[in-house]
T-cell receptor, first 118, second 111 residues
Framework: GAVVSQHPSRVICKSGTSVKIECRSLDFQATTMFWYRQFPKQSLMLMATSNEGSKATYEQGVEKDKFLINHASLTLSTLTVTSAHPEDSSFYIC??????????????FGAGTRLSVL | GESVGLHLPTLSVQEGDNSIINCAYSNSASDYFIWYKQESGKGPQFIIDIRSNMDKRQGQRVTVLLNKTVKHLSLQIAATQPGDSAVYFCAEIVGGNKLTFGTGTQLKVEL
């Protein structure tokens, strides 16, 4: 399957600082990437859809000014958690959709980033 | 609202036995489903997919069954191995783009 790389895998930061997470598609071009958040023992919740060359589409309840998304190239999307607070501590996962030309659009996921805000 | 959910939060099986993980969905317009496997501390890994115009699809040691009449999806794992221990999610494609994940089932393989 397609490879999606996510970095860093883990980050610990102080409250009030900003953290940037990178998501790269290594062997394919992804016009669309997705950012998810996952709390312990829970499912993945979609935060936003990242579109190359345009603004991200955020899900209801997700603060776009707090979770900044940039998709500047066909292989890279970044999520910046601004002014992080302890309640932002979570597992953040990105995915990239592999273009298939059909209706199926399989998403391949990165390994996730464990964010801990002290 | 529409949702995708699982019947069993935890499933324990003996090594070598077959596993069946179930999923109920409520969006009758869903036309594509995917099963993912997530190991602890990692991202979801694609296992198998199925379109709504199919009722069965087989992969290596895995089979997905789709019953549109009762909106039920299942993942069968043959000869379950310790490496199969993980959380399994079913997910549906909404609007041809976004994935909606179910609540997940923890599969535990006992030696």
């Amino acid at each position: 399957g397609a490879v999606v790389s996510q970095h860093p895998s883990r980050v610990i930061c102080k409250s009030g600082t900003s953290v940037k997470i990178e998501c790269r598609s290594l062997d394919f071009q992804a016009t669309t990437m997705f950012w998810y958040r996952q709390f312990p023992k829970q499912s993945l919740m979609l935060m936003a859809t990242s579109n190359e060359g345009s603004k991200a589409t955020y899900e209801q309840g997700v603060e776009k000014d707090k979770f900044l998304i940039n998709h500047a190239s066909l292989t890279l999307s970044t999520l910046t958690v601004t002014s992080a607070h302890p309640e932002d501590s979570s597992f953040y996962i990105c995915s990239a959709r592999v273009p298939s030309g059909g209706t199926e659009n399989i998403q391949y996921f990165g390994a996730g980033t464990r964010l801990s805000v002290l | 609202g529409e949702s995708v959910g699982l019947h069993l939060p935890t499933l324990s099986v003996q090594e070598g036995d077959n596993s069946i993980i179930n999923c109920a969905y409520s969006n009758s317009a869903s036309d594509y489903f995917i099963w993912y496997k997530q190991e602890s501390g990692k991202g979801p890994q694609f296992i198998i997919d199925i379109r709504s115009n199919m009722d069965k699809r087989q992969g290596q040691r895995v089979t997905v069954l789709l019953n549109k009449t009762v909106k039920h999806l299942s993942l069968q794992i043959a000869a379950t191995q310790p490496g199969d221990s993980a959380v399994y999610f079913c997910a549906e494609i909404v609007g041809g783009n976004k994935l909606t994940f179910g609540t997940g089932t923890q599969l535990k393989v006992e030696l």
